[in-house]
């Protein structure tokens, strides 16, 4: 009933940025929180990144300062900031987010996942 999916990874040289997207389609009222997570091979997922409806952020510490989580209420959608790459950002990025549907259902869902590798 709602769908997330991300978009903007890719293959990017230590140092650089890359900004990726996460749109929310579907019976959506309402949207609570969405987050950003990563999952490096072999690792677990892990919180990268969480944005309120009222635009409150938190981050992983060891993003803070390299990662800006905003979104576009408007569009529903998320974005995520990413500069000052460095290899072990590589993984598989996660859009999550919750909220109500129209049927007023609480929903908690999760995007297929985009792919950033960081070259050194």
């Known amino acids: 009933q709602v769908q997330l999916v991300e978009s903007g990874g890719g293959l990017v040289q230590d140092g650089g940025s890359l900004r990726l997207s996460c749109a929310a389609s579907?019976?959506?009222?309402?949207?609570?929180?969405m987050r950003w997570y990563r999952q490096a091979p072999g690792k677990q997922r892990e919180l990268v990144a969480a944005?309120?409806?009222?635009?409150?952020?938190t981050y992983t510490d060891s993003m803070k300062g390299r990662f800006t989580i905003s979104r576009d209420n408007a569009k529903n959608t998320v974005y995520l900031q990413m500069n000052s790459l460095k290899p072990e950002d590589t993984g598989v990025y996660y859009c999550?987010?919750?909220?109500?549907?129209?049927?007023?259902?609480?929903?908690?869902?999760w995007g297929q996942g985009t792919q950033v590798t960081v070259s050194s």
């Open positions: 999550n987010a919750d909220g109500l549907t129209k049927y007023r259902r609480s929903y908690y869902e």
């Open positions: 944005i309120t409806d009222s635009g409150s952020t």
């Open positions: 579907g019976s959506i009222f309402s949207i609570n929180a």
